[in-house]
T-cell receptor, first 112, second 113 residues
């Protein structure tokens, strides 16, 4: 079992460029999440998907969009990257809403 | 006030010693509590869930104090490999916060030989 996988592992973008971060899970989990982690800030929820076909905003959704492509895959898109979006992005999944979450290895994004 | 707060540390612990640290949360309706371990430049990994009655997993013991609204993690017989940042996570427990875990910023533990 791979668990939660994310691509790419590293990315450097110029301000204004766009990109999509991919996430997939093979645990048959219903719920998936996107977080960003910045030094001293902890993990902050960007968007989540309670189940296939639904998405909702988290704590810091501005500048991002998401797509729950199917039960396995949940992507995060930056339409016009800004330096403030430099961060480490983690995808996570859980079987049920209030249960434990399992994280992917992360994507380190730098926007110059 | 942050919804979930942790002492950032670092807690410098001699190998073999015991270390304990807390995580306070502000929402009394919180239902689910977890401890995660995060190594440098890695993803958080679930260490243990925290149950009302407290629970133990080997050298790790987690406790929940609802009256004072905090959870704790105690590590006995510390190993060098226990050096990491420990994140607590709390579910708000309200209908409009479904699935939203609030994470603390983490407590750094450094175990020294």
């Amino acid at each position: 079992n791979a668990g939660v996988t994310q691509t790419p592992k590293f990315q450097v973008l110029k301000t204004g460029q766009s990109m999509t971060l991919q996430c997939a899970q093979d645990m048959n989990h219903n719920s998936m999440y996107w977080y960003r982690q910045d030094p001293g800030m902890g993990l902050r929820l960007i968007y989540y998907s309670a189940s296939e076909g639904t998405t909702d905003k988290g704590e810091v959704p501005n500048g991002y969009n998401v797509s729950r492509l199917n039960k396995r895959e949940f992507s995060l898109r930056l339409e016009s990257a800004a330096p403030s979006q430099t961060s480490v992005y983690f995808c996570a999944s859980s079987e049920r809403g209030q249960g434990e979450q399992y994280f992917g290895p992360g994507t380190r994004l730098t926007v110059t | 006030r942050k919804e979930v707060e942790q002492d950032p540390g670092p807690f410098n612990v001699p190998e073999g010693a015991t270390v304990a640290f807390n995580c306070t949360y502000s929402n009394s309706a919180s239902q689910s509590f977890f401890w995660y371990r995060q190594d440098c430049r890695k993803e958080p990994k679930l260490l243990m869930s925290v149950y009302s009655s407290g629970n133990e997993d080997g050298r790790f013991t987690a406790q929940l104090n609802r009256a004072s609204q905090y959870i704790s993690l105690l590590i006995r017989d510390s190993k060098l490999s226990d050096s990491a940042t420990y994140l607590c996570a709390v579910n708000k427990g309200t209908t409009d916060s479904w699935g939203k875990l609030q994470f603390g910023a983490g407590t750094q533990v450094v175990v020294t030989p």
